[in-house]
């Protein structure tokens, strides 16, 4: 027996397609517009209550459901992998945008950066190291994940950092990594890694923008610290 209620078997105020037609998207709530995307519910919810009681789970944060795996969100009633593939498809499309945005500018600051990466990295669970290739006017050539490790650490190969800035001619870079356990402080190997890309990026001519640890919320940054 099929237990999805199509949306024209809904309530009126339960339609958010209409609501968004009649008074724009800023006036649904997130578990409206998220069940815009599903499109349907069960015999025992709307895909409006769905939406809002798998929100409930995340604590009412998207940036919880874009962690959510497949399976976590497949074994919701009501929730099939195709509706788990677009919930974590505008997920991601949402991380995106917010990259996008801050890819328009100058990459002068920890903060830049900061904007970069965050949205790269703010639903790992191990760590990566990424580096930020820039052209002489701090324009971002590109990112590249150049390692990706264990819960605590990652295994940083400078002579890799420094191949791919000679390869697309960067004269400009900055290292950035996560900490999994949304601490900023840098850890002494860390402070090695610095010492050792700065050193490479020197005797290349590189300049070394800044080395800035990565967490939800803060960072740490070398530079800001006057430690390179």
Same mark, same amino acid.
């Given at each position: 027996?099929? @237990?999805? %209620? ?14 968004? /037609? ?5 006036? %649904?709530?997130?578990?409206? %517009? ?22 409930? @789970? ?58 970069? /990466?965050?949205?790269? /990295? ?17 324009? %971002? ?47 002494? @190997? @860390? ?12 005797? /290349? ?24």
């Amino acid at each position: 027996m099929n @237990d999805k %209620l199509n949306i024209n078997q809904w309530a009126e105020e339960d339609r958010p397609r209409e609501r968004f /037609m009649a008074k724009g998207a800023q006036a %649904l709530k997130t578990a409206e %517009l998220l069940a815009i995307l599903i499109g349907s519910g069960t015999t025992k919810e709307t895909a409006v209550e769905l939406m809002q009681r798998i929100l409930n @789970d995340c604590g009412n944060s998207l940036k919880t459901l874009g962690q959510r795996s497949l399976q976590e969100l497949t074994g919701y009633r009501g929730i099939g992998e195709a509706k788990a593939v677009t919930i974590l498809a505008a997920c991601e499309l949402g991380r995106r945008r917010q990259e996008e945005t801050v890819l328009r500018k100058a990459v002068t600051s920890a903060a830049d950066i900061y904007a970069i /990466m965050h949205p790269k /990295m703010q639903d790992l669970n191990i760590e990566q190291a990424w580096v930020l290739l820039l052209n002489q006017s701090f324009r %971002l050539i590109n990112t590249v994940c150049i390692s990706s490790g264990g819960i605590s650490e990652t295994a940083v190969d400078v002579r890799q950092i420094i191949k791919h800035a000679v390869l697309c001619n960067a004269t400009v870079l900055a290292l950035t990594h996560n900490h999994p356990s949304n601490n900023p402080k840098p850890s002494s @190997d @860390d402070d090695r890694i610095t010492q050792r890309v700065k050193s490479a990026c020197d005797i /290349m001519r590189i300049h070394f923008l800044d080395h800035v640890i990565v967490t939800d919320g803060q960072y740490y940054s070398y530079q800001e610290q006057g430690r390179i």
